[in-house]
């Protein structure tokens, strides 16, 4: 069974931070997930990748195969990114594990 | 485009009543997907399909049902709600398994 670990579980920011969220998981994916959730509880795909890197906006996503791990960065925090971001990995049938999330607070 | 349509947003339960929780998509998705949410807890999947027809079990399918008659609506049925079924659920759908997924605006249900 593949478990999810992410970290930290909350992080707090000042507006203007680089912020980085891990996520390791534990057996072979054909694809991971990055998803914001709001405070108002809508959930969001910000990135689905399976190697590389990809880049939207202020937002990058990283994974390294080998080491089963990826990583989240939030460039020029803000306030608005204050949200709960979600790792989950998947298999080829798209039944996906889910991390339980780090909630990040961005103070102004 | 409303994208993943789910109602009610909000309900309460009785012990041992049943509802149906629906979700609707308007995008062609051949997967769809409910999940359930618990405080603390990483989503949990109850049940997916990948196509008209087709349903299979996740993570956590007792105590629910489900149905695929058309690609667009993927109904969740709970027989004899329980306390433990108190939760946030929500549908996603994707076009296959290496697409993005898109989530409903979740229900949340509290069973008394």
């Known amino acids: 069974k593949n478990e999810v670990e992410q970290s930290p579980q909350n992080l707090t920011a000042q507006e203007g931070e680089f912020i980085t969220i891990n996520c390791s998981y534990s057996v072979g994916i054909s694809a991971l997930h990055w998803l914001q959730q709001h405070p108002g509880g809508g959930i969001v795909s910000l990135f689905m990748l399976s190697s590389g890197k990809k880049k939207h906006g202020r937002l990058i996503a990283t994974i390294n195969i080998q080491e089963k791990h990826s990583s989240l960065h939030i460039t020029a925090s803000h306030p608005r990114d204050s949200a709960v971001y979600i790792c989950?990995?998947?298999?080829?049938?798209?039944?996906?594990?889910f991390g339980k999330g780090t909630k990040l607070s961005v103070k102004p | 485009n409303a994208g993943v349509t789910q109602t009610p947003k909000f309900r309460i339960l009785k012990i041992g009543q049943s509802m149906t929780l629906q979700c609707a998509q308007d995008?062609?998705?051949?997967?769809m997907y409910w999940y359930r949410q618990d405080p603390g807890m990483g989503l949990k999947l109850i049940y997916y399909?990948?196509?008209?027809?087709?349903?299979d079990k996740g993570e956590v399918p007792n105590g629910y049902n489900v149905s695929r008659s058309t690609t667009e609506d993927f109904p969740l049925r709970l027989e004899l709600a329980a306390p433990s079924q108190t939760s946030v659920y929500f549908c996603?759908?994707?076009?296959?398994?290496?697409?993005?997924?898109?989530f409903g605006n979740g229900t949340r249900l509290t069973v008394t």
């Open positions: 995008m062609n998705h051949n997967y």
């Open positions: 996603a759908s994707s076009r296959d398994s290496y697409s993005p997924l898109h």
């Open positions: 399909s990948v196509g008209a027809g087709i349903t």
């Open positions: 989950a990995v998947g298999g080829s049938q798209g039944n996906l594990i």
